[in-house]
């Protein structure tokens, strides 16, 4: 692909001669020439133009029509002329903007889309002054809530039908559509059910008009009132581009920002509605010192350094430190100083195993569209890990690519936890598929799943292929954690020192919502003399900390992630947090233990850089950064075999996930809680007839003296002998569960 | 000119819908003779004949084939629109009632010219009788093993006029919303399934075997030389024997109406012609002579159309049928481009003021500019087919429009009808069959 040629034909827009890549839009052609012709329906990420709305009328020498630019492309010696110098092709655009407008209600003084509005700016731009409509409008009953996050105003709604093709044929979900026809023309949810998907908010953006608004930020503010801040989400290690909106010191919404190699300017739900969070009601913005058994005081700064202090001084270096994956890199590296050098902490906690294996084989996600074989392995949801990696297999799949998915609910079915068995297989010369992965001039192999050592097992597989030696393959591991490579590399910079497990734990240090959250440090806990915990959340530390220091969220932060493709990005202080930041406080400490470390991320960062990211400055991270260069890995890959796997049990296999719409952040937003996943144990079909279940019947999953009583639901893509459960939803249960009925009756 | 037959030859004499009776007559003769030919020599034979399509447009069917893209690794496809749907059109519905066969033999033959093993007849959904004769004739066919390795199937559409055009009619084939596709790419290079794919009505292809039968050579000495052949005329309005009737082209419409037609009932005067269905620009008395074919209706300001010719006797009033027209298609356009989409509605908003008598002159020139603005703008034809009849009424019968705004009210109220010549509004709306109107 890369070595396609590219063939440059001249054309005329306007006079003004250009030369351009054959093929090229002519929208995209003029913008050569600086010349604008404007649109509505016209996005390219959508798919083929429709040439709906008619703004891009020209005129095109030799055909007596007026023709759309955006439907055609750039074709040699073609001569343009757009309504700037076309008489014809001017006409053309006032009876599109005239005939939008005849419907349209004058309502911008209330409209959210008002100031940053297509319609609007197009309208001051070239539309009439005065309107010649004298009817009454077409009214329809407003706003329609579509889904708890976006509201319909159908009058507004000018059928540019963006945001059906967007359901169409980008998420592909198809639950946006358009009823009746022509005047009559509406948009809605297929059969008026709930937009439920996990990127339906993209259509408020794609929408040119105010027709598609959020819930969360209808009559928050306008567009001159707002600051826009650019940074990264840091829910999910895709680490979209994002830009918040902020007013008067709060985030009002989160937009997205194209980077054209990681989102493509898609940006999932829970990136976009989730940053209520930070107005939860059980947000903590002072210290609180525990009293009694689960109450808990705020108490002055000070004092709390004061008790923390104490706290370090008292475990005697018998400290273990529970991280998130969350933290910056920054942060953690601050924290592992403060713990590492000024306490000789050396233990560790670390929310998953990360490594550089996978360097040798970096592309940036982009690289997927282009691919024309791609085989993912492991046995979570591509979409409830990564969401956006989703979006570029659908497209790639629409661009002819293969993709194969290899695990319990792939496109072939494998038994669950097989993955690296499925790795070793696909490495050896009798697979077929590996066969084809050899041959393939573009392949990209992906890990999604728990298990995989950081990457090392498909580090593996991808140096047995020869996937390093194409120019376009490579591999991508998608980790659980939004920075858990980071934290790792921010960890293990600070001291060379090897890790001793403290008996009996003096101190647990708890690093964020997501360690505070997870049962196998709680479990930690019980052990721990006592517990200091960083989070944002009071319901996370009520009962187990003894001191907890106030946390804060992505969006309230600077400093860097480090995103699933390796790609260091900057994360931006969009709004103040309520509370002093986690590296202030750490500095604070810092100093009490003789340890010189900075409360500016960018000159920690500066530090951590030199030690182990060659220097890179932030200014060359800027505000879309870029992929660093394949490297050599340290890490040897691997693809030896697991530790001999538990021999089959009587019972079931519990196969949890963690749902995309899961978390602190989630659990605290009214919006999404329609997509959180059901309460619901999902079944093959052939498991179902054998236990003699059908969909919705209530049963019991045990395991051990758990018991979770969920709803079946049978998934034909599911491999037998599995019961799927949403982790948040299976708590407690062990890997081999039994299933009974609410009788007591065991189904076997 | 006498009255000839190509398509419906014979079928007044024998009931051709059974296939015996067809191949008494020859039928499947024309079918068993191209296959004996090279797929280029029977485009060549169309070229020949010089057979333009009778869907409306009047595009030769044989530079049509052989513009299908012949380098594609996708299958071609023959598509047969007959989703005769135009006001005053009811040409394609009597030849698949009465000579079902010879569109199939059609079929089959075109499906050799350009390669195709796949063909799909789309049907008007409100054409269940001719529906069941295709289906019953197909059968015979294809027990009577003619099909040689073709599939034919058909297709019933769901009740909307867009869906007769033809990029519409492929996005409804296709299971989606029947919403006309923009240009380039073409058909014949991106269709069906985006595989080069031929579309030709019903009466185009079901002209063919007669082609093959004759030789273009003979058949092109029938009609006029820029358009050969023969068309199917339907008949309508205030006329005094309405039906199809099958002539040669260039039929000059007097005959029609009057020697044919038995001209306008009760001795009243003609008004006003529609040639072509009621999306054509209309004629006037004096334009009586007009020969009946693609290039002289043209020249004459109209369009041939649909060759469905609505005769209009002096107690209509210009305006209701102009409003009657406009709202056949403002409740037809599908809603996805602009100018259609809020124009024709704005069309009826006008038209239904100024017969009201509530309009000003100011409003007649808003009601052309309003025309303007839709006219080559839209994305299918059918923003210019709301235009026309609005626009040339207006042009030749602005006296009238002038007469509504100057005495407050209709000048023919409580005499004019549109009875006969269209369904009222009312009717329209009743027995639609597009579905859900609500809105």
């Known amino acids: ?748 | 000119m006498p009255r000839a037959s190509v398509v419906l030859a014979d079928a007044d004499e024998r009931d051709l819908t059974k296939l015996d009776e067809y191949r008494a007559v020859g039928g499947y003769g024309a079918l068993r003779s191209a296959l004996a030919l090279e797929p280029e020599q029977i485009i060549a034979e169309l070229t020949g004949a010089n057979l333009r399509g009778r869907g409306g447009a009047g595009f030769p069917m044989g530079r049509k084939a052989s513009l299908i893209a012949k380098d594609s690794p996708k299958p071609t496809y023959l598509v047969v629109n007959a989703d005769e749907s135009e006001p005053g059109a009811f040409k394609d519905r009597e030849i698949m009632l009465r000579t079902p066969h010879r569109l199939i033999e059609g079929c089959l033959i075109t499906a050799h010219a350009i390669g195709s093993t796949s063909v799909f007849v789309y049907i008007r959904g409100e054409y269940l009788t001719e529906f069941e004769v295709l289906r019953t004739a197909l059968e015979e066919v294809r027990q009577a093993d003619l099909l040689g390795g073709v599939t034919i199937v058909l297709h019933r559409g769901a009740g909307a006029y867009i869906c007769g055009e033809e990029t519409a009619l492929l996005d409804s084939l296709e299971g989606k919303r029947g919403l006309p596709r923009p240009r380039p790419p073409f058909p014949p290079v991106t269709g069906l399934y985006a595989s080069p794919t031929q579309i030709n009505n019903v009466q185009t292809i079901a002209t063919v075997p007669k082609i093959l039968e004759l030789g273009s050579k003979e058949f092109a000495k029938l009609g006029v030389k820029t358009s050969p052949g023969t068309a199917v005329f339907s008949l309508s309005g205030n006329v005094v024997n309405p039906g199809n009737y099958e002539l040669e082209l260039g039929t000059p419409l007097r005959e029609l109406i009057y020697d044919i037609g038995g001209g306008i009932p009760n001795g009243r005067a003609i008004k006003a012609i529609i040639p072509g269905g009621s999306s054509v620009p209309v004629l006037t008395p004096d334009q009586l002579d007009t020969p009946l074919d693609y290039n002289s209706i043209q020249a004459a300001g109209s369009f041939f159309g649909s060759a469905a010719v609505m005769v209009i006797d002096d107690r209509c009033c210009m305006v209701q049928l102009a409003l009657r027209a406009a709202q056949f298609y403002m409740h037809e356009s599908c809603g996805k481009c602009t100018p259609c989409r809020e124009g024709t509605r704005w069309l009826v908003q006008l038209l239904e003021k100024i017969e009201d008598g509530r309009a000003t002159h100011s409003d007649l020139d808003l009601l052309l500019s309003v025309c303007d603005r839709i006219l080559g703008k839209s994305l299918c034809a059918l923003g210019d087919f709301a235009v026309y009849p609005v626009s040339s009424y207006m042009a030749k019968f602005r006296d009238e429009f002038e007469a509504h705004v100057e005495q407050g009210g209709c000048p023919f109220a409580g005499e004019s009808s549109i009875e006969g010549i269209v369904a009222p509004v009312e009717l329209h709306e009743r027995k639609s069959l597009s579905g859900s109107v609500d809105g």
């Open chain 1, 1 to 748: 692909m890369a070595d396609r040629q590219i063939q440059s034909v001249a054309l005329t827009i306007d006079g003004r001669e250009v030369e351009v890549p054959k093929g090229l839009g002519l929208v995209e052609a003029a913008a050569v020439a600086g010349i604008e012709i404007p649109v509505f329906c016209y996005e390219p990420r959508l798919g083929p133009p429709v040439g709906a709305c008619r703004m891009c009328l020209c005129e095109i020498e030799g055909t007596p029509k007026l023709q759309t630019a955006c439907t055609l492309t750039a074709q040699d010696g073609m001569a343009i002329r757009t309504a700037q110098t076309s008489e014809k092709a001017a006409q053309g655009q006032d009876a599109t903007l005239e005939f939008i407008l005849v419907n349209h209600p004058l309502d911008c003084p209330v409209c959210d889309k008002g100031g940053e509005c297509p319609l609007q700016d197009l309208t001051f731009r070239y539309g009439p002054g005065a309107t010649r409509m004298t009817f009454p409008k077409r009214t329809f009953e407003k706003p329609i809530p579509i889904s708890p996050a976006i509201a319909l105003d159908r009058e507004r709604c000018i059928l540019c039908y963006r945001c059906t093709r967007f359901s169409e044929s980008v998420s592909e979900d198809g639950q946006l559509v358009a009823r009746n026809r022509g005047a009559r023309t509406v948009i809605a949810t297929f059969e008026d059910e709930p937009y439920r998907g996990r990127f339906s908010g993209n259509v408020i953006e794609l929408c040119p008009v105010g027709a598609l608004t959020s819930t969360q930020y209808r009559f928050e503010a306008r567009p001159w009132e707002i600051q826009n801040v650019p940074s990264i989400c840091g829910l999910c290690p895709v680490g979209c581009n994002i830009t918040a909106s902020t007013r008067e010191g709060k985030v009002k919404r989160v937009l997205s920002r194209n980077h054209p190699e990681i989102d493509e300017g898609w940006l999932c739900d829970k990136g976009r509605f989730a940053f209520t969070h930070l107005h939860a009601r059980d947000r903590i913005t002072d210290p609180l010192r525990r009293v009694r058994r689960r109450g808990l005081s705020a108490i002055s700064w000070d004092g709390a350094l004061e008790e923390a202090e104490g706290m370090l001084r008292k475990a005697r270096g018998r400290i273990v430190t529970a991280l998130s994956g969350s933290e910056t890199i920054e942060q953690a590296y601050g924290l592992a100083k403060l713990l590492r050098q000024g306490l000789g902490a050396h233990s560790a906690v670390l929310p998953e195993e990360t490594n550089d294996a996978l360097d040798r084989f970096r592309l940036p996600l982009s690289a997927l569209r282009e691919a024309e074989l791609i085989v993912i392995v492991g046995d979570d949801p591509v979409a409830e890990r990564a969401p956006v990696v989703d979006l570029w297999l659908r497209a790639a799949r629409r661009a002819g690519a293969e993709v194969v998915s290899l695990g319990v609910t792939g496109t072939v079915q494998r038994p669950a936890g097989t993955a690296a068995e499925t790795c070793r297989e696909l490495a050896g010369p009798g697979s077929e598929l590996g066969g084809r992965l050899r041959a393939a001039d573009r392949a990209i192999v992906i890990w999604s799943g728990p298990g995989g050592r950081g990457g090392t097992l498909l580090a593996g597989l991808a140096g047995a292929l020869g996937l390093d030696g194409k120019k376009s393959s490579g591999a991508f591991y998608l980790p659980a954690t939004p920075n858990g490579r980071g934290v790792g590399e921010a960890w293990a910079a600070a001291s060379d020192e090897e890790e001793a497990n403290p008996e009996p734990i003096g101190l647990l240090v708890v690093s964020g919502d997501e360690a505070a959250a997870d049962p196998g440090v709680r479990a930690l806990a019980e052990r721990a003399e006592s517990v200091l915990a960083t989070t944002m959340f009071q319901s996370l530390a009520v009962g187990w900390a003894d001191l907890v220091l106030p946390g804060t969220s992505y969006l309230e932060r600077d400093g860097t992630y480090r995103n699933l493709e390796g790609r260091l990005q900057r994360l931006r202080r969009t709004v103040i947090p309520p509370a002093p930041d986690e590296l202030a406080w750490t500095a604070k400490l810092a100093e009490r233990f003789g340890v010189a470390l900075s409360p500016h991320p960018s000159l920690v960062f500066e530090e951590l850089s030199a030690k182990i990211y060659r220097g890179v400055g932030l200014g060359e991270i800027g505000e879309r950064a870029p992929l660093p260069a394949a490297a050599a890995p340290a890490t040897a890959p691997d693809l030896s075999a697991d530790p001999a796997r538990a021999v089959a049990a009587p019972g079931m296999r519990l196969l949890t996930y963690r749902a995309l719409f899961s978390g602190a952040a989630v659990e605290r937003v009214p919006e999404l809680q329609f997509q959180r996943p059901a309460r619901e144990a999902e079944l093959s079909s052939e498991d179902a007839g054998r236990l003699g279940v059908t969909d919705g019947d209530v049963i019991d999953v045990r395991s051990n003296g758990t018991s979770v009583r969920l709803a079946t639901r049978i998934n034909r893509a599911l491999h037998a002998g599995v019961v799927r459960v949403a982790v948040e939803h299976a708590r407690g249960l062990e890997s081999r569960v039994q299933l009974e009925k609410p009788s007591g009756e065991v189904l076997r």
